[in-house]
């Protein structure tokens, strides 16, 4: 399986608050989406917006996995995704699923998965059930602490980033990847595959291929 890293930043590296990407940031997004076979969320992601993860023209695929993950099992069922197209993945502890198949028997698959550390899930295992409902190529949607995990466990293959031409002047928002130990030595390196300027809305747009043989520590 390929799997993506997508998300539009800051020039400090804030992923968040959201809402500060361009439309033409958002067509690029959804074009992602329809390149790919699935959306993977973290729930922290679901319980602040209500992504509907649409593909161009507002659609909403039948077949495209739309997939969360939760350590708490606190997700809303209140959130659009449950609301239409097709149920939605939910990946969490063996400790959840219970509480989570009595609040969304109907509503969603249910996945246990393994854990690697107290809190921390086994993406590969993520990644092997959904290659058993068909999907090739995983979008990773963030937030910041999806995406560090993915970067710890050597899942994903690229990262690909907007830049929007910002500052954040609080010490608030969310890193691009946000956890707790060094991923790198301290920086990970990138290979730089592609660069698109867009000069009407000051963004750019880059797609980087993230080199597997570092040493995470
Ligand atoms: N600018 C962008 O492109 C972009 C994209 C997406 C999100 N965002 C923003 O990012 C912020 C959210 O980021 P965040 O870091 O707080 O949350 P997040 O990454 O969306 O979700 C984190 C949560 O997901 C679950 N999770 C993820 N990976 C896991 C693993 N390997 N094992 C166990 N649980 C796992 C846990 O759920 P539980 O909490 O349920 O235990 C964890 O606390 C929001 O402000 C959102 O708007 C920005």
Not at 3 to 23: E, K, N
Not at 103 to 121: G, I, K, N, T, Y
Not at 132 to 160: C, P, S
């Amino acid at each position: 399986m390929k799997c993506y890293i997508i998300c539009i930043q800051t020039l400090c590296g804030r992923i968040s608050p959201v809402g500060f990407g361009s439309q033409k940031d958002r067509h690029h997004l959804e074009r992602w989406r329809h390149r790919t076979d699935a959306t993977l969320l973290g729930a922290g992601s679901l319980r602040e917006g209500d992504p509907k993860l649409e593909v161009p023209f507002g659609k909403v695929p039948q077949r495209r996995v739309r997939a969360l993950i939760t350590m708490s099992g606190d997700i809303p069922t209140n959130k659009s995704i449950f609301g239409s197209g097709p149920k939605p993945f939910i990946f969490c502890s063996k400790k959840e699923e219970e509480n989570l198949k009595r609040r969304f028997s109907d509503m969603a698959h249910l996945f246990p998965v393994d854990l690697l550390a107290p809190r921390e899930l086994d993406l590969t295992r993520v990644c092997h059930i959904l290659e058993e409902h068909g999907v090739k190529r995983l979008l990773i949607e963030g937030g910041g602490t999806l995406n560090f995990y993915a970067l710890k466990q050597k899942i994903a293959d690229e990262l690909i980033v907007t830049i929007a031409p910002k500052l954040l002047t609080s010490n608030r928002g969310i890193r691009l990847v946000q956890g707790e130990c060094d991923l790198g030595h301290p920086f990970m390196n990138l290979e730089l595959i592609s660069c698109k300027t867009h000069l009407e809305t000051g963004e750019l747009f880059l797609r980087y291929r993230i080199k597997k043989e570092q040493d995470i520590g």
